[in-house]
């Protein structure tokens, strides 16, 4: 009789995680809101500004340009600040002082200062490629930009103001 009991236990957890599994999986074939990120990186966000601003075909190509340049002089950004955070992480094991401690804080915000101004000036870029009526399409769609892009700490997405 306990030997069933186990196995019952055994046979619903084992179909539990069959169904956590398959709800992973179409959650990812699936994607997310319209507005956030989807399968490909930042798909969402560039496809609803194409969208939304009605990008003719040379401005879609200019726009995937300036994405691949954006997306390259923030990775640097990134990766130098993830190199400062390592080193900060092991200086609290090796005994570092708050002197060097403080200066690396300050070089990894001097890095998020960098990422954010590269962010304004990606923006600027955008509104550039708008002609005639995209401009106030693009004025309208800017004040969500922090909801397109923003994440909260610990990674949720930004709620969409309504």
């Not at 990812?28 to 507005?35: D, T, V």
């Not at 496809?47 to 340049?69: C, S």
């Not at 954006?70 to 080193?87: D, M, P, S, Y």
Request: charged share 30%; hydrophobic share 40%.
């Amino acid at each position: 009789m306990r030997i069933e009991f186990n196995r019952r236990w055994v046979m619903g957890l084992l179909l539990l995680n069959l169904l956590v599994v398959a709800g992973f999986w179409l959650s990812a074939f699936l994607g997310k809101g319209e507005m956030g990120r989807r399968n490909g990186r930042g798909e969402g966000p560039k496809k609803e500004i194409i969208k939304r601003l009605q990008f003719e075909d040379w401005q879609v190509k200019k726009y995937e340009g300036f994405i691949a340049l954006h997306r390259k002089a923030v990775g640097e950004r990134e990766r130098k600040i993830n190199a400062l955070r390592q080193t900060l992480f092991e200086g609290v094991g090796s005994g570092m002082d708050s002197t060097e401690t403080m200066q690396i804080c300050k070089e990894i915000g001097s890095l998020q200062a960098e990422i954010h101004q590269i962010h304004v000036a990606h923006f600027k870029q955008i509104k550039g490629l708008c002609e005639g009526r995209q401009v106030k399409a693009f004025e309208e769609m800017v004040v969500e930009f922090n909801e397109m892009f923003g994440h909260r700490p610990g990674g949720e997405k930004m709620p969409r103001r309504r």
